[in-house]
């Protein structure tokens, strides 16, 4: 932005649109994004019923449960890897 400041109308900004740059790495992180989660939403959906008895309800939600928390740490580790976001919890 570049301010008017000579002008008469005191604080009104220009605004100067400048060609959209891309970045590089944001196709790269959806990507990755969209591997991670669909891979685990295809292991819940064919993977779990294949590996653990019918009968075991259980069971279906304790593997489905670490299959989502595996899935989420390898969403951050991807997070810090191609974006740089810390690994951590805290703001």
Do not use: K, Q
């Not at 301010?3 to 060609?19: A, D, F, K």
């Not at 991670?36 to 590996?51: D, H, R």
Request: hydrophobic share 50%; with cysteine; glycine share 6%.
């Amino acid at each position: 932005m570049i301010s008017c400041e000579n002008s008469n109308l005191t604080g009104l900004h220009v605004l100067v649109r400048r060609p959209r740059s891309t970045n590089v790495l944001r196709p790269v992180y959806r990507l990755g994004w969209l591997v991670i989660w669909s891979s685990w939403l295809a292991t819940v959906i064919f993977g779990v019923p294949a590996w653990m008895p019918h009968d075991d309800v259980v069971g279906w939600a304790f593997v489905s449960m670490g299959l989502t928390l595996m899935a989420y740490a390898l969403h951050r580790y991807w997070d810090w890897l191609v974006v740089g976001r810390p690994l951590t919890f805290r703001r």
